[in-house]
Nanobody
Framework: VQLWESGGGLVQSGGSLRLSCAVS????????LGWYRQAPGKQREFVAG??????????DYADFVKGRFTVSRGDAKNTVYLQMNSLKPEDTAVYYC???????????????WGQGTQVTVSS
């Protein structure tokens, strides 16, 4: 299973970006897909995720992105998006897609990671 992120870049404070993640290497549904981020000198942290089998998907967000970021599944199988609005300089980080066939009992993260995409928010 491989996860591929795209959509990172440089944006001014208050701006928006949309990250995409696509999965390859499996014919099965990846029912848990989410996002983590890692800023320089900091630990990787959970941002948002969606899990479950449609139509019973649920979403979860870190407190620091609630009301600003939205995670959603794409129409294409095994895709997930992260719409990021009202971006702040402290959102600057490498954003990683994370997934698994089902959400582990202990919760996030799943077993599979993407390579990451850089998001830089200028002040």
């Amino acid at each position: 299973v491989q996860l591929w992120e795209s959509g990172g870049g440089l944006v001014q404070s208050g701006g928006s970006l949309r990250l995409s993640c696509a999965v390859s290497g499996t014919i099965f549904s990846i029912n848990a897909l989410g996002w983590y981020r890692q800023a320089p000198g900091k630990q990787r942290e959970f941002v948002a995720g969606t899990a479950g089998r449609a139509p019973a998907n649920y979403t979860d967000y870190a407190d620091f992105v609630k009301g600003r970021f939205t995670v959603s599944r794409g129409d294409a199988k095994n895709t997930v998006y992260l719409q990021m609005n009202s971006l702040k300089p402290e959102d600057t980080a490498v954003y990683y897609c994370n997934g698994d066939y089902d959400l582990p009992e202990e919760g996030w993260p799943g077993r599979h990671w993407g390579q990451g995409t850089q998001v830089t928010v200028s002040s």
